[in-house]
C-alpha cells in the first residue's frame, strides 16, 4: 500500500464547524504529501466562503467541486446524487472521507458502488453532530437513526470529535458494529497567540450560524435581562449569516436593543474577538464546537452553555458553563462583567488545551485511521 493517499472529503454545507475541520484536515494531509479533493454543496456560503475556497484550491490536487446537495431528503436527491457520484467516481480515491448527514451518506453509498466495479476505496465517516441531534422518539428522529444503523455496514470506520457524539450515537443509534475512534478537532499553532482587544469595543460577542441551535435568539435575550439587572446599557456584536438573521434583527427592536447590538457579517474569529470583551456561545446542541476552542486559544474569556462535547474543554463543573436558558446566561453575563479578571482565571490553561487540541495531533490521528481502514 502506498504511503500517499488520493483523499476526497464530502460534506454538504461549506459554512461553520464542518468547514472548519475539513479546511485544517486537508492543509495538514497536503503537507504530508497526500493528493486531496473536495466535494460540496453550490448553493450555500457567500463572499467570505468563496474567499477561503480561492485560498485552498492552488493547494488541492483532487481539487473542488461544488454541486446542488439538498439540505433535507427529496426528489431532487437522486439527480444530486448522480452528479456527485460521477465527480467523485473520476477522482478515484483511496480514502472517501464524509462530513455531517448528507456527506457521510454520500461517502459510504458511493464508496461502496466504487468498490462493486473494483475499487479499493476506504470509506469513513464524521458525524459532526448532525442528525445525532435529532430527537430519538419523534417520528424524523426514529427515521434517521434506523438510517445511520443500516449506513453502518457501508462503513470502514466512525471518526467522533467528542466523546459525547460517541455516547449519543450508542444511545440513539446503538452500539457501533465497526471500528470508531475519538478524535479531537484541533487548532493550528498560530491560533495559540492571544488577540489584543481594541480600543472602545463592545461588551459582548456572539459568533456563529445564524440558526436557533446556536442560540442567537438566547444571546438576544439575555443581554436585554443582563441590562436590566445591571441597570446600565450593554454593547453587542453579532457575526455571522443564516436563514434567521431577519427574525433576530426583529428580535432586538422588539426589545429595545437598537443601536446597542451590531450585526456583521461573517469573519475570521479572531478577527471578531477584537471586537468585544467577552464571547458568549449560547448553543442549544453542539458537537465539538470550534470556535469555544478558538476563542479559549486566542486568550479571550467567554461564557458557554453546557451542552455536548463543550464540558470535555472546560470540566463538566466549570462555573463558566451554563444551561442554554436567557436568565441563567443574563446572570453570567451580570457575574463576568462585573468582575473580567476574575472570570478570565476560569478558563483552560493554554498549555493543556495545546496538548489536547493540536491541529498535528488531530491531523495524525485521522491519518492512523485512515491506514488502518485500508489494511481491513
Not at 105 to 134: I, K
Not at 184 to 192: I, P, S
Not at 242 to 263: E, S
Request: hydrophobic share 40%; glycine share 8%; with cysteine.
Amino acid at each position: 500500500m502506498a504511503d500517499k493517499l488520493r483523499i476526497v472529503h464530502c460534506f454538504r454545507s461549506p459554512v461553520g464547524g464542518i468547514f472548519r475541520h475539513v479546511r485544517d484536515l486537508t492543509d495538514a494531509q497536503v503537507s504530508a504529501g497526500h493528493s486531496v479533493g473536495i466535494v460540496c454543496d453550490s448553493t450555500t456560503g457567500g463572499d467570505f466562503e468563496e474567499h477561503l475556497f480561492e485560498q485552498m484550491k492552488d493547494s488541492l490536487a483532487l481539487g473542488i467541486h461544488r454541486t446542488p446537495m439538498q439540505r433535507h431528503v427529496g426528489p431532487g436527491d437522486l439527480a444530486s446524487a448522480w452528479r456527485t457520484y460521477r465527480i467523485i467516481k473520476e477522482l478515484r480515491p483511496d480514502v472517501l472521507h464524509g462530513h455531517g448527514a448528507k456527506g457521510g451518506a454520500y461517502a459510504r453509498l458511493f464508496g461502496s458502488l466504487l468498490r462493486v466495479s473494483r475499487s479499493r476505496v476506504a470509506r469513513l465517516y464524521s458525524p459532526h453532530g448532525g442528525s445525532l441531534h435529532y430527537d430519538e422518539h419523534t417520528t424524523t428522529g426514529k427515521l434517521f437513526f434506523a438510517l445511520e444503523r443500516f449506513m453502518a455496514r457501508f462503513t470502514d470506520c466512525l471518526l467522533f470529535v467528542s466523546d459525547y457524539e460517541r455516547r449519543t450515537y450508542r444511545r440513539k443509534v446503538g452500539e457501533p458494529p465497526i471500528p470508531n475512534t475519538l478524535v479531537y478537532n484541533g487548532l493550528r499553532a498560530a491560533e495559540f497567540e492571544p488577540v489584543l482587544t481594541e480600543p472602545n469595543v463592545a461588551d459582548l460577542l456572539y459568533i456563529g450560524m445564524m440558526r436557533d441551535l446556536k442560540g442567537p435568539d438566547i444571546f438576544i435575550d439575555a443581554l436585554a435581562v443582563a441590562e436590566t439587572r445591571l441597570d446600565r446599557p450593554l454593547t453587542a456584536v453579532m457575526v455571522g449569516d443564516g436563514d434567521d438573521l431577519p427574525r433576530y434583527h426583529a428580535q432586538v427592536k422588539r426589545l429595545g436593543l437598537d443601536g446597542r447590538v451590531h450585526f456583521l457579517p461573517p469573519m475570521p474569529a479572531r478577527k471578531a474577538f477584537a471586537l468585544a470583551d467577552l464571547v458568549v456561545v449560547p448553543s442549544r446542541a453542539e458537537a465539538m464546537p470550534y470556535i469555544v476552542l478558538e476563542t479559549l486559544a486566542a486568550g479571550k474569556p467567554m461564557i458557554a452553555t453546557s451542552v455536548g462535547g463543550i464540558p470535555e474543554i472546560f470540566s463538566a463543573d466549570s462555573p463558566a458553563l451554563i444551561r442554554p436558558d436567557p436568565r441563567e446566561l443574563g446572570d453570567k453575563m451580570c457575574e463576568a462583567l462585573a468582575d473580567p479578571d476574575g472570570f478570565k482565571t476560569l478558563m483552560p490553561g493554554a498549555a493543556d488545551l495545546k496538548a489536547r487540541f493540536g491541529a498535528d495531533v488531530m491531523a495524525a490521528n485521522i491519518e492512523k485511521a485512515y491506514f488502518l481502514a485500508l489494511r481491513r
